[in-house]
């Protein structure tokens, strides 16, 4: 039997956490309040006070709305602008690959229709042929 002591010193771990946002607008409050309560001007005096801020505050708060809005308008100007420059640019590459096409098909027509045509001349050169009894004569590259 082994000789083994065993010990119940697990390691503990101690979570701490700072305090919240609840009890900072709480202490937050109850200055204010103290301050109101203790201001060295009268109760009329300090809500005129608080009314000139508020309404400075409300300026102040349209203002910064419609400077982010002028931003904001900005900004979709210039996506739009960049959407429609990319639009163009696709734009007039499917007019330049549609031009290819074309090109390339008017090019293919001709081969066929050429080719046809010497067909047509070689097949009426061969009956021509058959029907005088001669051999026909080979064309070029045929032996």
């Known amino acids: 039997m082994s000789d ?10 101690i979570e ?12 937050l409050a109850i200055g204010a309040g103290v301050a ?9 005096q300090t809500r005129r ?3 000139r801020r ?5 300026v102040r708060a349209q203002e910064l709305a419609e400077d982010l809005r002028d931003k ?3 900004s979709y100007q210039e996506a739009r602008a960049r959407v429609e420059e990319g639009l163009d640019s696709a734009r007039a590459a499917v007019t330049r690959g549609r031009g290819k096409v074309t090109n390339a098909v008017g090019t293919g027509r001709a081969a066929a229709n050429q080719a046809r045509e010497d067909l047509e001349r070689r097949l009426s050169a061969a009956k021509s042929a058959y029907r005088a009894g001669i051999e026909p004569a080979p064309e070029d590259g045929e032996e």
């Open 49 to 51: 006070d608080l009314a």
């Open 16 to 27: 701490k956490s700072g305090p919240g946002v609840v009890p900072f607008l709480a202490g």
């Open 36 to 44: 109101l309560l203790f201001a060295p001007q009268s109760g009329a």
């Open 72 to 74: 904001a308008e900005e």
């Open 54 to 58: 508020g309404r400075r505050a409300k």
């Open 4 to 13: 083994r002591s065993y010990s119940d010193d697990r390691p503990i771990v």
